[in-house]
């Protein structure tokens, strides 16, 4: 419908036809006059009541609304019932509707302004009315002219209230629409989603929202998207690292079991390393205590060997003294041996003198004989005692060579008997510091044996440990085996799997493994000090 048929039809209805808008018009000057101050109560009102006086942030928004008011009163005064008009009607309601101003409040405004125009028109009315006659007159003149009015201002009501009802009709019908539109979106988004829910709920996370969301939905579908492709992508790296872990802890396990029975072995061999120790220990200290005594018995020897060295320089110097006696016994020897031969000499010249004598001489010449036979003794005894003596020389003077020789050689045992003795005291020494080396070697032989006891225990709760946490990541290979993943997803998991099972860090970590009790030992032995070092390396 049109709103020229629109208004034609309410006017036509309220009977405000040609003669009543006649009559409104000829009211039209009462109108403006009483217009300003109905308006200036009406909005007092406005301002009076905090429901009307928010929908205005000032006075210059109060007073513009209220000179619009008074152009749009004014034109109705005029009876400019137009399509224009009822555009402007609409607005006006269609403002009122969509700022949430309720038609009491404009209705109230409707009575105000009202009263204001009737008390003008029936003011007016009473100043002109004079006599019977006249008053009959003016009396039809004011009902039209109040009735022209209040149908007026009813006819904007009823615009300004149906646009406003129809405005909050179009309203309802849109929100109808988009309620039904929201409910058919929210049916199929409940609908794909629950399809998508009851997939994941039966472990197939292959399941996506391919339907098309609206709005706030669209968002929702790739949430859900989004939030199945993290976790699909997380249990296929959870199914990979469940493999490898599986793969990791049971070479883990064999490590771990490897390495309790070296530590088992390696406690034994402690154990015996330490018995042998002590048995060395106490070996070398009966060693050191021997080569004490030994040094001490060097000591006295070479004291003997010093003092048999004065003796024999003392035989030396009666040797030498007796030798030169044997040369002066010599030198007597000749003189006697001089004198024998002087004597025979004289001896035979006596006999020669005795021979010449005669008988008188015959006595001298047997002295001269005896004489001479005594010479010749002597002279043989002087020859056999030169003989003994050059022989008792030539052996005193063996003597005396080989008695310096032994005092050459006593001087040399006593060189060799000190050296004998420094060595002796260095070996003393040498087998002092080994027994003490010997005895911090055995000290942390204990000690590598209580760490490797304790190192056992430790191994043996890392194997158990060992053990639950591959039968932890057994479980969870089946808990995640009951999830459907994509191919993709699948191929990822297998490569990651192969690549757990290569096992390169866990082999590594089993050679750590493996060495760990021997670097715990080394670090013991290290921590025990230079001696001990020294001791462990001296005998090899």
């Not at 034609?8 to 209805?13: T, V």
């Not at 006086?53 to 005064?77: C, M, P, T, V, Y």
């Not at 158990?464 to 479980?475: D, F, I, K, P």
Request: hydrophobic content about 40%; aromatic content about 4%.
């Amino acid at each position: 419908m049109s709103e020229d048929v629109e208004i034609a039809e309410r006017l036509s209805f309220m009977c405000l036809d040609r003669s009543a808008q006649d009559a409104l018009k000829a009211a039209a000057p009462l109108v403006g006059q009483a217009l300003g101050p109905s308006l200036d109560r009406f909005y007092e009102q406005v301002r009076r009541f905090p429901e009307t006086s928010k929908f205005f942030r000032d006075e210059q928004q109060l007073n513009g609304a209220k000179s619009a008011q008074e152009g749009h009163w004014r034109q109705i005064a005029q009876a400019q019932f137009d399509g224009q008009y009822v555009e402007k009607v609409r607005r006006i309601g269609a403002t009122h509707a969509r700022i949430g101003l309720e038609p009491r409040w404009y209705i109230g405004g409707y009575a105000l302004v009202l009263e204001g125009l009737i008390h003008a028109i029936v003011k007016d009315h009473g100043a002109r009315g004079r006599g019977w006659g006249k008053s009959r007159k003016t009396g039809a003149e004011l009902g039209a002219k109040l009735s022209a009015v209040v149908k007026a201002a009813l006819l904007d009501m009823d615009l300004s209230i149906s646009i406003y009802l129809e405005v909050l009709e179009g309203a309802r019908e849109e929100a109808d629409r988009k309620r039904l539109e929201a409910e058919h979106e929210q049916k199929l988004v409940v609908e794909r989603t629950g399809r998508a829910l009851v997939a994941l709920a039966a472990g197939d996370l292959t399941g996506r929202i391919d339907a098309e969301f609206v709005g706030e939905y669209r968002r929702l579908k790739d949430d859900f998207n989004a939030a199945m492709d993290s976790l699909e992508s997380a249990l296929t790296e959870i199914a990979a690292n469940a493999t490898a872990m599986q793969a990791g802890t049971g070479e883990i396990s064999q490590a771990s079991d490897d390495l309790s029975r070296r530590t088992e072995q390696q406690a034994a061999t402690l154990e015996e390393t330490a018995a042998a120790l002590e048995q060395i220990t106490a070996t070398v200290r009966r060693t050191a205590e021997g080569a004490t005594r030994a040094s001490a018995v060097v000591l006295s020897a070479r004291d003997e060997a010093e003092r048999n060295t004065e003796v024999v320089n003392q035989t030396v110097e009666a040797m030498g003294a007796i030798e030169q006696s044997a040369s002066q016994i010599s030198s007597i020897v000749g003189v006697i041996d001089e004198i024998a031969f002087q004597t025979n000499l004289l001896a035979l010249n006596a006999g020669v003198e005795a021979a010449r004598a005669g008988e008188a001489g015959r006595g001298f010449a047997v002295v001269a004989s005896e004489v001479r036979a005594l010479a010749q003794r002597s002279a043989e005894a002087a020859k056999e005692i030169k003989t003994i003596i050059a022989t008792s020389s030539r052996q005193v003077s063996a003597g005396v060579e080989l008695v310096g020789r032994t005092g050459g050689a006593l001087e040399t045992i006593v060189g060799r008997v000190s050296e004998i003795s420094a060595l002796m005291g260095e070996m003393t020494a040498s087998a002092q510091e080994q027994a003490g080396a010997l005895s911090q070697v055995n000290t942390a032989i204990n000690q590598m044996d209580q760490v490797t006891q304790q190192n056992a225990a430790m191994v043996e709760q890392s194997t158990a440990a060992t053990h639950h946490l591959r039968q932890e990541a057994q479980e969870l290979n089946r808990q995640v085996a009951k999830f459907t993943i994509r191919d993709a997803g699948g191929s990822r998991a297998a490569e990651a799997s192969d690549a757990g099972s290569r096992g390169t860090p866990i082999g590594q970590a089993r050679s750590r493994i493996s060495a760990f009790a021997m670097e715990r030992g080394a670090e013991r032995v290290a921590r025990g000090g230079g001696s001990a070092r020294t001791a462990t390396s001296g005998p090899g």
